[in-house]
């Protein structure tokens, strides 16, 4: 049996690989494995650690932030802010950018992450996980701003998360295909598990929120219905649901089998384009589908050529398995 190939000498390797990724970007992304690892640690104790329930205190985006979501948070922070090889950070929990404070060395790179996605299913000890996404700092700006982390999602140079579920699995890529590593718990370390994942181009499972189904528009309302419709029906197959209302565990189910994943505008809130992220949900996840031979829109272009106008927008996303998204985005055209 081959010898496990750790999470650091992949990176060591893929840095040496005509220096496919810099010193300081191998640096940073250990450091958030590192920051993973503590998260599942104090995830994995629930109950026995008094991490469960609600922290009494709102989010940016107005959501009840659960105690974990403020410990991911703060691991997070914390393990980044003096390796010199961030400038700043952005978080889902954070109204704000956060600078590196000046006694630490700054470095060219922007932290993005959602430190804990799926809150709803802390307390019901089902799968969450911790979204992250790095830019680049733009060349010649002084200082910081959150201007700086306008950037689109193909300007991304890594991204990844890492699912707590039977097993804590750390997914990334950083533009060559997408790896996965697999916690061995008795080592403390990432051990790689899988590398060129590849999504099937075409799939039987869908994911989406069927009790919002009375909300959406038109397109969305016609492809599930035909999915619905099953043998029978335009598709001539069968279709399978699946919903974990927690991003991370569905993307990382349809990266290992394919599906489509959809969390479309819907009436309830007109004013607002999707219920998800683009910057530190919609992106990472939209360029990791993408490297392993998927795709991402928002019905009508490629998330990751969204131009932001705000940190915390969020976006309208259908993602996976290439033909599906194809298909739900061809009936926006059309209808
Ligand atoms: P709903 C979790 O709160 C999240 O941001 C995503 O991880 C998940 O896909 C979605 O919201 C679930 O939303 O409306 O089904 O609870």
């Known amino acids: 049996m081959a010898k496990p190939i750790s999470l650091t000498r992949y990176l060591v390797e893929q840095q040496r690989v005509d220096g496919h990724i810099p010193g300081d970007l191998r640096l940073l992304l250990e450091v958030v494995a590192r920051a993973c690892k503590r998260i599942s640690q104090a995830v994995n104790k629930g109950a026995l650690g008094g ?44 109204d704000s950018i956060y600078l590196v404070p000046n006694r630490y060395p700054q470095g ?32 010649g700006s002084p200082g910081v701003t959150e201007q700086d982390f306008l950037q689109a999602g193909a300007q991304q140079v890594a991204a990844g998360y890492c699912v707590y579920g039977p097993q804590t699995t750390l997914v990334l890529t950083v533009g ?13 370390s990432f051990v790689l598990t899988q590398e060129n994942v590849r999504i099937p181009e075409d799939t039987k ?21 035909e999915c619905l419709q099953g043998k029978e029906g335009p598709r001539g197959k069968d279709f399978n649901m699946r919903w974990i209302a927690s991003m991370v565990a569905d993307v990382h189910r349809i990266l290992t089998r394919g599906g489509v994943f959809m969390y479309p505008w819907d009436k309830r809130e007109p004013n607002k384009p999707g219920k998800l992220r683009l910057m530190y949900e919609a992106n990472p996840m939209s360029w990791l589908v993408e490297q392993a031979g998927g795709a991402a829109t928002n019905g009508k272009q490629r998330i990751l050529d969204i131009q932001p106008q705000q940190l915390h927008e969020r976006v309208s996303v259908i993602l996976g398995s290439k033909n599906e998204v194809e298909r739900v985005t061809s009936y926006h055209s059309t209808l």
């Not at 709102?58 to 980044?80: F, H, P, R, T, Y």
């Open 176 to 188: 060559d295909g997408v790896a996965m590593f697999t916690l061995d718990r008795e080592q403390g």
């Open 205 to 225: 499972e869908f994911a989406i929120n069927m009790s919002n189904m009375r909300h959406w528009d038109e397109p969305v309302k016609r492809y599930i219905d």
């Open 108 to 139: 060219e790179y922007l932290l993005l992450f959602d430190p804990l996605d799926g809150s709803s299913n802390i307390d019901v000890n089902v799968s969450i996980g911790t979204i992250f996404s790095v830019l680049k700092k733009p060349e």
């Open 51 to 94: 991490v469960l329930g609600s922290a009494d205190s709102e989010n940016v985006q107005g959501e009840v932030q659960k105690k974990l979501d403020i410990i991911a948070n703060e691991v997070l922070i914390e393990a980044n802010e003096w390796g010199g090889h961030l400038a700043a950070m952005a978080s889902e929990e954070m």
